[in-house]
């Protein structure tokens, strides 16, 4: 069924919180509803709407900030009364704007998520759970990684009110009293949860912060998931869920709002699958959404709030009559007063505004003034995107963004976003100073920009400090700092589980150092781990590579660290930062390791593909600009073979690909580079001076040169080489492991000719060009003397 809506703006209040809009129950079955907004000025509104107009049924005084909102009511009542928390305290108003509780949690922490049910009522700090009943401490729960939401089961099947948790750590934790029940596994980490039937039943839908949606059914001793929808137009995460009957089919639609701004209606088709019905994007991120009928009676809408405030519905109701061309378009009294009310409101504000500017220019001129700095609220997020492993780097401010300035003092590459129309400048940096930055870059925005969103992408080992330096069209101009630290292994994601039949290389560390200490040292090296030690006397986190897809686990307690990788360079990082860190506490640490040679051959297999792919496209695009000519020259393409057809017909999207992902095969080769020089440290052998041999390997690359390549030591590649010299006669060998003899008057050996002298050779006299080609010694066949190292194994 197709769903038409139309947008309406209702009001704006202060900026505001997750799930901090709420309707209140209607009188009548097709009545309009009141509604109920918090914000971050601590103010509770609650307004209905009479003849197009905002009428306020109450409004409180400012206050602390307010994280969330709530209804609740005595147990087959309706949920009429409103329930906000601000801090550690808990405050209860009647539909009427009447205060009745006030009730202080005596939390360390804040309250950022509720649940009220009757006289239960359902708090959440940071990491800790409480149950309180007629305000009685009743339960408590202290969750390993990060709180963001919470639910309550309730039905005829369950014995009690079942709370469920939305966790950081990618889980949904089941609790009964104050334990843990169990917890179900999600595919991102969960931002929100709502009940599929407000009524009661099992069935719990989540939201996760990289845009994946769910149903998941609650039992008593295990879960069941129901269905999952994946995030494939690359949205932005989910911030607000509900259910309501939008369609009319008897069947409650799923109402989605998303931190880009996305509103999204899921209706069920035949096969009760969901399916995208409706969707409209708005400016700024959906803070809450709900259903209802608000407006106009009989006309049900879906009712958004956005961060700065805006109530905006998207109705059923027709806004407009479409006209035929040259017909007279006529207006019911009811819009033209409403335009009039509208014109004189722009009246009015145009002379409040002139007014301002008029009394802060006579006030900055005199000598008494003090300028005061004004204050702005920003809603920032610095998340690593699985899918093109960057990180997303989102801004939000409730007024007009001028220009922000990112500063970086690690390598990193900016992106190319689509959904950013900002102008973007970069400056020169100086790296090589103590201090220096790495990247200055400068995006001016356009008017009534207030939501600015970048990507970039960093390198593991490069670890440091991301500066962004928001400045708002706002005077006097003011600039506010915010910080997003880039990790060591940056690229690393937690995960549920990792394969254990992977050849893994093994780090140990073991020293007086506490707990905490160690925790802290992990958290600084890997991205999302919790802050907060973890209860107990050691931990696990496993993780993999959103770029390669190799795997790390993290095993430590008191005294000891355990570390297991199937790629070397995770556990040479780990090692060097480790020992980096410690020293700074001027702890001594023993460090054992265990080296699988099998995982060098494992990780060059997985990282074959990507590169494989990276360089068909590079060669790809290389010839676009090539066969445009031809096809120009020959007017026609028909004569092209149908791979140089294929290049032609797809050359858009393939400049478009690899526009958007810049240095990218830069990136894999230094990852092989890396790879290389980490597996002969290991072995305490220095062979960063035979790089150059392994990126000729690599400009004409094959999977199995570069696994022979690796498996040959250095030891083994001296001798065979120095052999091959003396076969030829030559004695006192530089022992270079170069493939061209400086002895030998330059003389291909091997039948390798094109490869450069390396440093040791500096002081030689440069060889004779071309280069004399001769017959190969060892190779059975002459095609083959181009391949590197191959004919070593001859000798």
Not at 22 to 37: E, F, H, N, S, Y
Not at 149 to 171: F, G, M, N, Y
Not at 609 to 631: H, M, R, S, W
Not at 664 to 684: A, N, P, Q, V
Request: charged share 25%; glycine share 6%.
């Amino acid at each position: 069924m197709e769903l038409h809506l139309h947008r309406v703006d209702y009001t704006q209040v202060g900026v505001t919180s997750q799930k901090s809009m709420r309707l209140l129950p209607a009188l009548g079955k097709k009545a309009t509803q009141k509604v109920a907004i918090a914000d971050h000025d601590g103010v509770i509104t609650c307004f209905g709407m009479k003849k197009g107009e905002a009428v306020p049924v109450f409004k409180t005084l400012p206050g602390p900030k307010i994280a969330r909102m709530d209804l609740g009511g005595a147990v087959g009542t309706p949920r009429e009364k409103i329930f906000v928390c601000s801090g550690s305290q808990v405050r209860g108003f009647t539909k009427k704007g009447k205060q009745f509780l006030t009730f202080e949690a005596n939390l360390t922490e804040s309250i950022n998520a509720m649940y009220v049910s009757g006289a239960d009522l359902f708090v959440c700090a940071s990491y800790i759970y409480n149950h309180y009943c007629d305000c009685k401490d009743q339960d408590y729960f202290l969750s390993g990684d990060k709180i963001n939401d919470i639910t309550c089961l309730s039905s005829e099947k369950l014995p009690h009110l079942i709370p469920v948790l939305a966790c950081q750590d990618r889980v949904l934790r089941v609790l009964q009293g104050s334990e843990l029940a169990y917890d179900i596994e999600v595919p991102g980490p969960p931002s929100v949860l709502e009940l599929y039937n407000k009524d009661g039943g099992e069935e719990v839908l989540y939201g996760t912060t990289d845009g994946k949606l769910g149903l998941v059914q609650i039992g008593d001793c295990a879960a069941a998931t129901k269905w999952e929808i994946e995030n494939e137009k690359k949205k932005g995460g989910i911030l607000c869920i509900e259910t309501y009957d939008i369609i009319g089919d008897g069947v409650n639609d799923i109402l989605v709002g998303r931190d880009d701004g996305t509103v999204e209606v899921y209706g069920f088709d035949s096969s009760n699958e969901p399916a995208l019905r409706f969707e409209h994007v708005l400016t700024e991120s959906v803070t809450s959404i709900q259903g209802g009928c608000v407006g106009k009676e009989s006309y049900d809408e879906v009712l958004t709030a956005t961060y700065t405030g805006w109530v905006t519905g998207l109705t059923t109701e027709p806004q407009r009559a479409e006209a035929v061309q040259g017909d007279e378009v006529r207006m019911s009294k009811e819009t033209q007063s409403k335009i009039e009310a509208l014109r004189a409101e722009l009246e009015q504000l145009q002379i409040k505004v002139l007014q301002g500017r008029e009394q802060y220019q006579q006030t900055s001129q005199s000598s008494t003034a003090v300028s005061a700095v004004p204050i702005f609220s920003i809603n920032d997020k610095f998340t690593l995107c699985q899918d093109d492993s960057s990180y997303s780097l989102t801004l939000e401010v409730q007024t007009a963004i001028d220009n922000l300035l990112l500063q970086s003092d690690v390598p990193i590459d900016l992106l190319d976003v689509d959904k950013n129309s900002a102008v973007v400048s970069f400056s020169e940096c100086d790296s090589e100073q103590p201090n220096g930055n790495f990247l200055l870059a400068t995006y001016r925005c356009q008017a009534n920009t207030t939501r600015l969103e970048l990507k970039v992408r960093s390198i593991e080992g490069q670890y440091g400090t991301l500066q962004a330096y928001i400045t708002p069209r706002l005077q006097p101009k003011t600039c506010q700092v915010r910080q997003y630290q880039i990790k060591p292994l940056s690229l690393h994601q937690r995960t549920h589980s990792i394969d254990p039949d992977r050849p893994m290389n093994r780090l140990s560390l073991v020293g007086q150092f506490s707990f905490a200490e160690i925790h802290s040292w992990v958290v600084f090296c890997l991205p999302e781990v919790p802050e907060k030690t973890p209860a107990g006397e050691s931990v696990s986190f496993y993780f993999h590579n959103a770029f390669l897809g190799t795997q790390l686990e993290a095993t430590y307690c008191k005294g000891e660290g355990h570390f297991k990788s199937d790629n070397i360079s995770t556990i040479s990082i780990l090692r060097d930062v480790l020992s980096k860190e410690a020293t700074k506490k001027k702890i001594n640490l023993n460090i054992s390791y265990d080296i699988n040679d099998n995982s060098v051959s494992h990780t060059l297999q997985m990282i074959h593909p990507k590169l494989e792919y990276q360089l068909l496209l590079a060669k790809k695009v290389q010839l676009i600009d090539a066969l445009k000519e031809l096809q120009v020259h020959e007017g026609n393409a028909d004569f092209l073979i149908p791979e140089y057809r294929s290049i032609l017909d797809e050359s858009d999207n393939l400049l478009e690909e690899y526009k958007k992902q810049p240095a990218h095969l830069e990136r894999l080769y230094g990852m092989i580079t890396d790879l290389f020089i980490d597996k002969f440290k290991f072995k305490g052998q220095n062979v960063k001076t035979k790089v150059s041999s392994l990126l000729e390997i690599l400009d004409s690359y094959d999977l199995n040169s570069l696994l022979h390549f690796f498996s040959w030591t250095v030891a083994q590649l001296v001798e065979v080489l120095q052999c091959s010299k003396k076969v030829l006669g030559v004695h006192g060998c530089l022992s270079c492991v170069s493939l061209c003899c400086l002895v030998m008057d330059w003389q291909p050996v091997l039948a390798v000719p094109r490869l450069s002298p390396v440093d040791c050779w500096r002081e030689a006299p440069a060889p004779p060009q071309p280069f004399p080609r001769t017959a190969p010694l060892f190779a059975a066949d002459p095609k083959e003397e181009d391949q590197c190292f191959l004919f070593v194994v001859a000798v």
